[in-house]
């Protein structure tokens, strides 16, 4: 049974460009989170998506962030017009969902994007 | 605002000592409470979940407590080793299930 799935591993990309992660959750799990590791700093949660729901959104960015977590396919956190800032360690997370909000989640290796 | 605060943020010890990494939150109304282990440029690897309802979980060699009422909970590891040295993370919980962590406790097991 294959983990959680996230592509690419490193992305480089220069200020003003788009960044897209993608992530596949565990096989069965219909629950995704993405969260953020600053440098130096702790996990911060960005966004928990069900199948074609954003069900809370409440850390990420007003501007630039968006996710979705389509049907078919895998979920994606995309990144417009990247800034220095958005450097950082990006992780996903997924849980089957079926005890709800005490499901344990299952991470991702991360991607880690460097803005130049 | 919930808050997850983890001391000491650092631990060096020598290979056999048994330790405890403390965890604390702010509002005691958690669904869960998880203990992560994190090694350098990796992801997270899930150690222990404690549901709310629970007062502890063992795995191996580690224990994990959970104390609601004070905001706190323990990892307990036993004859450390060399193998052990990551950065561990708490996090509990919230309602809509995201999980708060706290900044992590890193931890160096000495041959």
């Known amino acids: 049974n294959a983990g959680v799935m996230q592509n690419p591993r490193h992305l480089v990309r220069r200020r003003g460009q788009e960044a897209r992660l993608r992530c596949s959750p565990m096989?069965?799990?219909?629950?995704v989170y993405w969260y953020r590791q600053l440098p130096e700093e702790g996990l911060k949660f960005m966004v928990y998506?069900?199948?074609?729901?954003?069900?809370?959104e409440s850390g990420m960015p007003k501007e630039r962030f968006s996710a979705e977590f389509p049907k078919e396919g895998p979920s994606i956190l995309r990144i417009q017009q990247v800034v220095r800032g958005d450097s950082a360690a990006y992780f996903c997370?997924?849980?089957?969902?079926?005890?709800?909000?005490?499901?344990?989640?299952?991470f991702g290796p991360g991607t880690r994007l460097t803005v130049l | 605002k919930q808050e997850v605060t983890q001391i000491p943020a650092a631990l060096s010890v020598p290979e056999g000592e048994n330790l405890v990494l403390n965890c604390s939150f702010t509002?005691?109304?958690?669904?869960?409470l998880q203990w992560f282990r994190q090694d350098p440029g990796k992801g997270l690897t899930s150690l222990l979940l404690?549901?709310?309802?629970?007062r502890e979980q063992t795995s191996g060699r580690l224990n994990a407590s959970l104390d609601k009422s004070s905001g706190r909970s323990t990892l307990y590891i036993a004859a450390s080793q060399p193998g052990d040295s990551a950065t561990y993370l708490c996090?509990?919980?919230?309602?809509?299930?995201?999980?708060?962590f706290g900044q992590g406790t890193t931890l160096q097991v000495k041959p």
């Open positions: 997370a997924s849980s089957h969902g079926l005890a709800g909000r005490t499901d344990t989640q299952y």
């Open positions: 096989k069965g799990h219909s629950h």
């Open positions: 998506l069900q199948k074609e729901n954003i069900i809370d």
């Open positions: 509002d005691s109304a958690i669904y869960n």
């Open positions: 404690i549901q709310s309802s629970q």
């Open positions: 996090a509990v919980s919230s309602n809509t299930g995201k999980l708060i």
